[in-house]
């Protein structure tokens, strides 16, 4: 499988940004997309963010929209989120993930990492 490696996680206060970052290694893929998912203590993971590897296109869950930014490198094999207007509820860990264009089938995830909204 891809290896996936996230960083950019930490704590910030209600209203701040911060900029998560995803690297792949190890594999490729004919046809793929990245994408970004979320998961708070006790609660199901969810989708956050995808971008179609090949033609840039990008999806959002309506809780995100406006606030958050899903953009690619190419030549580095990195995926980014900005979160502006950070909330508590955006408080989970992050997982990168390597899907199917579609977004339904996950193909690899990242280890995570911490983002902690203080309010």
């Known amino acids: 499988q891809v290896q996936l490696v996230e960083s950019g996680g930490g704590l910030v206060q209600a209203g701040g940004s911060l900029r998560l970052s995803c690297t792949a290694s190890?594999?490729?893929?004919?046809?793929?997309?990245m994408a970004w998912f979320r998961q708070a203590p006790g609660k199901a993971r969810e989708f956050v963010a995808r971008?179609?590897?090949?033609?840039?296109?990008?999806y959002y869950a309506d809780s995100v929209k406006g606030r958050f930014t899903i953009s690619r490198d190419n030549a580095k094999n990195t995926v980014y989120l900005q979160m502006n207007s950070l909330e508590p509820d955006d408080t989970a860990v992050y997982y990168c993930?390597?899907?199917?264009?579609?977004?339904?089938?996950?193909?690899?995830w990242g280890r995570g990492t911490q983002v902690t909204v203080s309010s």
């Open positions: 993930a390597v899907t199917n264009p579609s977004g339904n089938l996950i193909y690899s």
């Open positions: 971008i179609n590897w090949s033609n840039g296109s990008g």
């Open positions: 190890g594999r490729t893929f004919s046809s793929y997309a």
